[in-house]
């Protein structure tokens, strides 16, 4: 059984950092593309970011490139998002999401419907 368990989330001012974390298990971690979505009620789940298992390239939503960071570790089977310069816009739950599937085109990694494993989620809270 697969599980995804998101980690690090809380409220925070604008300006502050903070790093949210996902522990797999159940899966082959390392063979794994690793992404980050958000929502909000009554919006769309929406890209975040993404790590490749095979090569570690990333992928960044353009509202939050420059200020996050994703990453993954393999031996702890963790991937984790580090963000800094929070504005209340990044207020959502956000998402850990992991999919085996091969990808060929860069658009998908945006997609939410590539990913075929999802975390329950943990609240940000950005306060102005």
């Known amino acids: 059984q697969v599980q995804l368990v998101e980690s690090g989330g809380g409220l925070v001012q604008a300006g502050d950092s903070l790093r949210l974390s996902c522990a797999a298990s159940g899966l082959t971690f390392s063979r794994n593309t690793m992404g980050w979505f958000r929502q909000n009620p009554g919006k769309e789940r929406e890209f975040v970011a993404a790590?490749?298992?095979?090569?570690?390239?990333?992928y960044y939503a353009d509202s939050v490139k420059g200020r996050v960071t994703i990453s993954r570790d393999n031996a702890k089977n963790t991937a984790n998002l580090q963000m800094n310069s929070l504005k209340p816009e990044d207020t959502a739950v956000y998402y850990c999401a992991a999919t085996a599937r091969t990808i060929y085109l860069r658009s998908a990694y945006y997609i939410r419907s590539t990913y075929d494993y999802w975390g329950q989620g943990t609240q940000v809270t950005v306060s102005s």
């Open positions: 790590i490749t298992w095979n090569s570690g390239v990333t």
